[in-house]
């Protein structure tokens, strides 16, 4: 069993739509949660960084984090067509580097 | 702020050759930086973790004479894949993480296109 799991998708959504994105995990060492985002051949560029379980709200995006469930997720509000990327979750274990990733769901915002 | 320029974007070669990618944090310095590659429609792997002054640590499987590291600053780290062959080809991304503060994420450059034919 991987330590972080992923829906690798495809997901597609009109443009508007709320988009649902999450990772579970396995590991209850893991103490800080990323979300990246990576367009095609570009390198993931950090969306949200959160620590405690609850809601962290950005503009359009809410990181939701729930340790006692092992569980996160990526809301998008109000979806656009240049939201359309391979969305990534991360993982790190306290007092460690490395990063655990999710396989990555890849979003089209259909106009 | 907390940017990082990868060089080149692109390296399309022969067998053979040895090729060096640089990764620089522009606006913070970094004890730590890491070094991932990427095949098609895949997550990243990592591959080494480059310390500041220090050897770096391979991750199982990386061959450490095939891809060399160096830290020399806490600005830059560089990759080099000696005598390159196709099943190198890859994308080959970077990362750092902000010195003095663990909890810090790590940001990573745009990434490394090395085709070898």
């Known amino acids: 069993q991987k330590e972080v799991e992923q829906d690798p998708g495809p997901l597609s959504v009109p443009e508007g739509a709320i988009v649902s994105l999450n990772c579970t995990y396995s590991?209850?060492?893991?103490?800080?949660f990323m979300w990246y985002r990576q367009y095609s051949r570009k390198g993931p560029e950090l969306l949200m960084y959160t620590y405690s379980s609850g809601n962290k709200e950005d503009g359009r995006f809410t990181a939701q984090v729930d340790k006692s469930s092992k569980y996160i997720s990526l809301f998008i509000r109000d979806s656009q067509p240049s939201d359309s990327a391979t969305y990534l979750c991360a993982m790190e274990k306290g007092g460690a580097n490395n990063l655990f990733f999710g396989t990555g769901t890849r979003l089209t915002v259909i106009p | 702020g907390a940017v990082v320029s990868q060089h080149p974007s692109r390296v399309i070669c022969k067998s053979g050759t040895s090729v060096k990618i640089e990764c620089r944090s522009l606006?913070?310095?970094?004890?730590?930086m890491f070094w991932y590659r990427q095949f098609p429609k895949q997550s990243l792997m990592l591959m080494a973790t480059s310390n500041e002054g220090s050897k770096a640590t391979y991750e199982q499987g990386v061959e450490k004479d095939k891809f060399l590291i160096n830290h020399a600053s806490l600005t830059l780290s560089t990759l080099t894949v000696t005598s390159a062959h196709p099943e190198d080809s890859s994308f080959y991304i970077c990362?750092?993480?902000?010195?003095?503060?663990?909890?810090?994420?790590?940001?990573f450059g745009d990434g490394t296109r090395l085709s070898i034919l």
């Open positions: 606006d913070f310095q970094a004890t730590t």
């Open positions: 590991n209850s060492a893991f103490q800080y």
């Open positions: 990362s750092a993480k902000p010195q003095g503060n663990s909890n810090q994420p790590q940001h």
